[in-house]
T-cell receptor, first 114, second 111 residues
Framework: EAGVTQFPSHSVIEKGQTVTLRCDPI?????LYWYRRVMGKEIKFLLH????????ESGMPNNRFLAERTGGTYSTLKVQPAELEDSGVYFC????????????FGQGTRLTVV | DAKTTQPPSMDCAEGRAANLPCNHS???????VYWYRQIHSQGPQYIIH???NNETNEMASLIITEDRKSSTLILPHATLRDTAVYYC????????????FGAGTRLFVKA
């Protein structure tokens, strides 16, 4: 069974450029989450999709970040324009609905903005 | 969201049991306790979760106190590959997974 898959695994871009991260959740998982870990800091929640709807986007840092999940399958997280402080590892996770279900994480995308 | 408190680091000898404590004194009645770990920079890996009763799976055991204010994750026979950062998380009630990752406990398993 395929786990949560994230593309690319690494990305190096220049300040001011645009980058799009992709997450393919486990098949059948309605819940999809994005998290971020910047250097030396804790893992922080960014947002939560239930199918194609944004359930909670309280963790999104600013309007340079745009997440979509068209059709309720894979999700993209676009950063435009990227800033130096956006560097970090972006994790995606997915889960079934329900309070008693674990979330499974992808291996992350390491974003470096230079 | 309920806050958790964990020791920053612990050591354990290979083959011995590793007992990782967690305090969550503000936990609400319907909030679950979840444990995850992160090995190097990999994605967090699910270990176990529970509500009130003690739980056991192939990876670990979870002991939750009767008042639910604290819990202990037990790795019965730690190996070198169990060296990782372990996160104790209280899951919010609304059914999503807006987990609050703290600093976790860095477990060092030594030969």
């Amino acid at each position: 069974e395929a786990g949560v898959t994230q593309f690319p695994s690494h990305s190096v871009i220049e300040k001011g450029q645009t980058v799009t991260l992709r997450c393919d959740p486990i098949s059948g998982h309605d819940n999809l989450y994005w998290y971020r870990r910047v250097m030396g800091k804790e893992i922080k929640f960014l947002l939560h999709f239930v199918k194609e709807s944004k359930q909670d986007e309280s963790g999104m840092p600013n309007n340079r970040f745009l997440a979509e999940r068209t059709g309720g399958t894979y999700s993209t997280l676009k950063v435009q324009p990227a800033e130096l402080e956006d560097s970090g590892v972006y994790f995606c996770a997915s889960s079934f609905q329900g309070v008693d279900t674990e979330a499974f994480f992808g291996q992350g995308t390491r974003l470096t903005v230079v | 969201d309920a806050k958790t408190t964990q020791p920053p680091s612990m050591d354990c000898a290979e083959g011995r049991a590793a007992n990782l404590p967690c305090n969550h004194s503000t936990i609400s009645g319907n909030e679950y306790v979840y444990w995850y770990r992160q090995i190097h920079s990999q994605g967090p890996q699910y270990i176990i979760h529970g509500l009130k009763n003690n739980e056991t799976n192939e990876m670990a055991s979870l002991i939750i106190t009767e008042d639910r204010k604290s819990s202990t994750l037990i790795l019965p026979h730690a190996t070198l590959r169990d060296t990782a950062v372990y996160y104790c998380i209280v899951r919010v009630e609304y059914g999503g997974f807006k987990t609050i990752f703290g600093a976790g406990t860095r477990l060092f398993v030594k030969a």
